[in-house]
């Protein structure tokens, strides 16, 4: 399984960006995806995740209200809409895959290669 994230960049403060994430290889049945960041210095923390029918998502507390998951099937693809950016945003993003949408958040099976988001003041 191979995910490939793309979307990061520099932003302001209060700005948008919008993440999105390809999965491809041989693929669970019903895969649930996920978000992580990591700031430097920091670990790596989990952000949010999507169960296979989007009927579920769950959030960090820190990006309640900000930040929206989402999918589409029929594009194996994942999205982060990130609105509101902070300073504090700031971090590697890394996409995760997962069989299920209680393991995706705390143990997932892959990881994407990251994508830099800078949140300027």
């Known amino acids: 399984v191979q995910l490939q994230a793309c979307g990061g960049g520099l932003v302001q403060t209060g700005g948008s960006l919008r993440l999105s994430c390809v999965v491809s290889?041989?693929?669970?049945?019903?895969?649930?995806l996920g978000w992580f960041r990591q700031a430097p210095g920091n670990e790596r923390e989990f952000v949010a995740a999507?169960?296979?029918?989007?009927?579920?998502?769950n959030y960090a507390d820190s990006v309640k209200g900000r930040f929206t998951i989402s999918r589409d099937n029929a594009k194996n693809t994942v999205y982060l809409q990130m609105n509101s950016l902070k300073p504090e945003d700031t971090a590697v993003y890394y996409c995760?895959?997962?069989?299920?949408?209680?393991?995706?958040?705390?143990?997932?099976?892959?990881w994407g290669q990251g994508t830099q988001v800078t949140v300027s003041s």
């Open positions: 995760a895959y997962a069989a299920s949408f209680v393991r995706v958040g705390t143990r997932p099976h892959y």
């Open positions: 290889g041989r693929l669970f049945g019903y895969y649930a």
């Open positions: 999507i169960n296979w029918s989007a009927s579920a998502t």
